[in-house]
């Protein structure tokens, strides 16, 4: 892909694009619907590496009058979902309106564990990190087989439940739409270019580490995520080193 492709990943693309399906369906929660429901789209957010990316989105969707669903890992090697700064910033994208849930990585998960069991237990542990009910999951990653299952557990949400996906080799024609803009690119089809007219549910996969006020490519945009994280880890020494004596040159 050129850099062109790549400038659709602009804070200002992502309201147009939202302005412009929201005029065709209505953007509802994983809560709110039911087999019943006829018409429906969910904004789902999987957060990989950036919960301030996470945050700067949660605020332009506010500014939308849109309500969304994030999802944060507890097993994350890219941030510390334990931090202070970070609790604080999901819980003020809760306090916007949007709905906060498990972003499960099945990396420690082996066949020996009851994969529900291992659900629960992350979903407990990030309910008590937050203090506040958590009652959806989606997975990070899932192989095929994980989505086969179609796991559904009493009063928890799977986003890849058959209610809000359909496991299908031809996206475009799903009964549940889906699209994702995973690994900085579109699968599924290109959003700028659907006829949403046509489609009666979808639902709309966004990682908010993709997306800058400028739009870039991948180099770049692995550079700023970098620059980010570097200055998350300045500030960090500089907050915890001030009372380490002086060195004499």
């Not at 997306?211 to 500030?235: A, V």
Request: hydrophobic share 35%; charged share 25%.
């Amino acid at each position: 892909m050129d850099d062109s492709t790549f400038k659709k990943f602009s804070y200002n693309n992502y309201s147009d694009l939202l302005n412009q399906i929201s005029g065709y369906l209505p953007i509802m929660s994983f809560d709110e619907i039911n087999p019943n429901t006829s018409r429906f789209l969910i904004i789902r957010h999987d957060v990989e590496f950036s919960v301030n990316r996470a945050y700067a989105m949660a605020l332009i969707e506010k500014k939308l009058g849109i309500s969304s669903n994030y999802f944060f890992q507890i097993r994350s090697n890219s941030y510390n979902l334990l931090s202070k700064q970070n609790i604080e910033m999901i819980l003020s994208i809760k306090k916007m309106g949007h709905n906060i849930g498990l972003h499960v990585h099945l990396g420690s998960y082996n066949e020996s564990l009851d994969i529900k069991d291992y659900i629960l237990n992350d979903i407990n542990i990030l309910s008590n990190i937050l203090g506040i009910s958590i009652n959806s999951f989606s997975f990070h990653r899932p192989s095929r087989r994980i989505l086969e299952k179609n796991i559904k557990i009493d009063g928890i949400i799977n986003t890849y439940q058959d209610l809000f996906f359909e496991l299908t080799d031809d996206f475009e024609n799903a009964k549940v739409r889906y699209i994702s803009d995973s690994n900085h690119q579109w699968k599924y089809g290109d959003p700028f270019n659907v006829k949403f007219k046509n489609i009666q549910k979808l639902q709309l996969l966004i990682h908010p580490d993709n997306w800058t006020k400028s739009g870039e490519n991948n180099i770049k945009n692995f550079k700023h995520l970098i620059i980010e994280k570097n200055q998350e880890i300045r500030d960090t020494f500089k907050e915890e080193c001030i009372t380490y004596p002086p060195e004499l040159n």
